[in-house]
């Protein structure tokens, strides 16, 4: 079984690949297959009709000439019948048949049929029987040698006036039967051909109704296609961004009601649009106003904080007093921080982030990070620097980059934290790896956006939430991922990846 089932499914994709996948060809096809069946349809009813009008035409003229002949031939016939009397009269109506070529046989209550010639084809069972039930003249169509054949069951009955005289007549419509059945068997040659003729007429005008129906095909396929392709054009449009596309709408069919909604729906999504580019270029400028406003209070209160930070090192503040002065100090340097922040993500926001790139060793910008912030003696965290790693970027926003994931996996991980620098054909990857409990599942997705923290509970944190999100824009401003995962073991990875450089620093 397992050997027939690759045919099988070539069989379907070779299917599937000729199937027509136009809308206009598959319109086309449809068209044409109604035309088809109802060409079939009318032709199959038409056929049916006649041919059962030729052949009820046939079996009625058939059955009047079999009964005129026994008008004329019955009544000279003495009853009760010998076998002679038999084989005579049907061999004076075989002769009386001319060119309808009949062979007649006959019975006399209910013997077998008596013929004058041979080979006459013998006579149905049901054709007698049904004769004997009804008593009235009957017609079956039978096959013969492979030839169709019109059988005739005909009872000969007393008239009425001469009843009971000995004198058989054909009327069957009295109630007096003589007892004599004559059969007729002939073959339907002519009217076959006359079939066979019809068939012929319908086969050959199939084909050129079938080319006829293909123009209003055409013709149909087109103006139904035409308002379709106008709207996957002004679609397009609007997916291109302009909002303004607006399709001209003709008539009140569906077409025209859906041309309508698309311009409905054009316009509200131009308005939308509109209004949701003046919000936010409002809170963009609200942010940048706003953290430009407190750059000068909060440079201001940093050199205060640092007078009073030497002062409670001093211990010539009350204890109370100190406490106060330390917790302001870190709160102004946190909102120091986050100032800084929100002007650089107004920077990108404003596409106006300035990028400023060098050739260098990645391993040299991981060790001046780690050294800059303090953690290159720092057993917590480790560095994995096997081979030279050249890339060219901006070292100022790499080291931002490095910093921020290096102090996220600290500050929400656990440590060890290694920083692996990784070279492959074409890019330079950066992993910073903790041993902490990991990302939860649902916050993976959102570990970049702006302001989110994963811990609901503490919304409250030493970060302002934004440094991941500098992170990701500045690794995509040197055309480069950041990605976020979890170890198997347990544990985040955070995955910096950029183009590597064509050469490596101080080489040509």
């Known amino acids: 079984m397992s050997r027939s089932r690759p045919p099988l499914r070539l069989a379907a994709g070779r299917l599937r690949r000729h199937t027509p996948r136009g809308l206009r060809a598959r319109l086309v096809v449809a068209f044409l297959l109604a035309a088809a069946f109802g060409a079939v349809v009318t032709a199959g009813f038409t056929f049916h009709r006649a041919r059962a009008a030729i052949l009820d035409r046939a079996a009625e003229t058939a059955v009047a000439d079999l009964r005129s002949q026994l008008d004329s031939l019955a009544p000279d016939l003495a009853l009760p019948p010998t076998t002679e009397d038999l084989r005579g009269l049907t061999g004076q109506i075989d002769q009386a048949g001319g060119a309808r070529a009949w062979h007649a046989s006959a019975s006399y209550r209910g013997g077998e049929p008596v013929s004058a010639s041979r080979g006459t084809p013998p006579v149905p069972d049901e054709l007698r029987e049904s004769v004997r039930d009804t008593g009235r003249a009957v017609h079956q169509r039978t096959e013969h040698d492979g030839r169709p054949w019109l059988a005739l069951g005909m009872p000969v009955a007393y008239t009425s006036d001469e009843a009971g005289n000995g004198d058989p007549a054909t009327d069957t419509d009295t109630d007096t039967l003589s007892g004599l059945t004559v059969y007729a068997v002939f073959p339907l040659d002519d009217d076959r051909a006359d079939i066979d003729a019809l068939v012929t007429a319908a086969q050959a005008g199939a084909v050129p109704a079938l080319a006829l129906a293909l123009v209003p095909a055409l013709v149909a396929a087109r103006s139904v296609l035409r308002p379709v392709r106008r709207l996957r054009h002004g679609a397009e449009r609007i997916a291109a961004g302009e909002l303004d596309t607006r399709l001209d709408t003709a008539g009140h069919d569906e077409l025209a009601d859906l041309t309508r909604s698309f311009n409905t729906m054009a316009e509200t999504l131009e308005r939308d649009a509109a209004e949701l580019r003046r919000l936010e270029a409002g809170a963009r400028r609200f942010a940048a106003d706003v953290a430009h406003e407190l750059r000068t209070p909060l440079a201001a209160m940093a050199a205060v904080t640092e007078v009073l930070d030497e002062d409670a090192a001093s211990g010539v503040l009350p204890a109370d007093t100190e406490d106060a002065v330390r917790l302001i100090s870190e709160e102004v340097r946190t909102l120091t921080r986050m100032v800084e922040d929100l002007m650089e993500v107004s920077r990108f926001d404003a596409k106006a982030a300035p990028v400023h790139r060098e050739d260098v060793d990645l391993r040299t910008l991981v060790t001046k990070t780690l050294q800059l912030r303090g953690w290159a003696h720092d057993e917590r965290v480790r560095a994995d620097l096997p081979e030279p790693a050249p890339v060219r970027v ?41 041993r902490g409990p990991g990302i939860p599942d649902d916050a993976l997705p959102y570990v970049f956006d702006r302001f989110y923290k994963a811990d609901a509970a503490r919304p409250r944190s030493g970060g302002s939430g934004l440094g991941l999100a500098i992170a990701h824009e500045n690794a995509a401003l040197h055309g480069g991922t950041l990605a976020a995962a979890n170890r198997p073991g347990g544990g985040a990875v955070f995955t910096l990846t950029l183009p590597r450089a064509a050469s490596s620093p101080g080489t040509t």
Do not use: Q, Y
């Not at 980059?401 to 102090?407: C, F, M, P, Q, R």
């Open 394 to 434: 901006d070292p100022r926003r790499i080291d931002v980059v490095l910093g921020n994931l290096v102090a996220n996996a600290l500050h929400h991980g656990g440590p060890p934290v290694t920083v692996a620098v990784r070279v492959s054909d074409d890019r330079v990857r950066v992993t910073v790896t903790d």
